[in-house]
């Protein structure tokens, strides 16, 4: 599986901006897709993700009420809207693909080159 994220760039706090990430190759029955993040001087951090099949997610408490996950799999892209952007935000982000839904960053093993999102005023 081959992963292109793409949607980033430069957003004053309190703005939005939707992620995209384009699905190349074969997908598999419990395959699912996630976003994580990396920001300056830390380590990455699990964001979001949902299943292929049935369209099941799950949010870091971090982002929840803020950011949606989804999918459109005609389209074999994957979203994240990202709504009341913070500073604390800023990060790249890269989306990833697992078997099955999950928080745990060992369980991706594709994972696209990651887009920069900068929120600030």
């Known amino acids: 599986v081959q992963l292109m994220e793409s949607g980033g760039g430069l957003v004053q706090p309190g703005g939005s901006l939707r992620l995209s990430c384009v699905v190349s190759?074969?997908?598999?029955?419990?395959?699912?897709m996630g976003w994580i993040r990396q920001a300056p001087g830390k380590g990455r951090e699990f964001v979001a993700a949902?299943?292929?099949?049935?369209?099941?997610?799950y949010q870091a408490d971090s982002v929840k009420g803020r950011f949606t996950i989804s999918r459109d799999t005609a389209k074999k892209t994957v979203y994240l809207q990202m709504n009341s952007l913070k500073p604390e935000d800023t990060a790249v982000y890269y989306c990833?693909?697992?078997?099955?839904?999950?928080?745990?960053?060992?369980?991706?093993?594709?994972w696209g080159q990651g887009t920069q999102v900068t929120v600030s005023s």
């Open positions: 990833a693909a697992a078997r099955g839904l999950t928080t745990s960053l060992d369980d991706y093993d594709s």
């Open positions: 190759g074969r997908t598999f029955g419990n395959f699912a």
């Open positions: 949902i299943t292929w099949s049935g369209g099941y997610t």
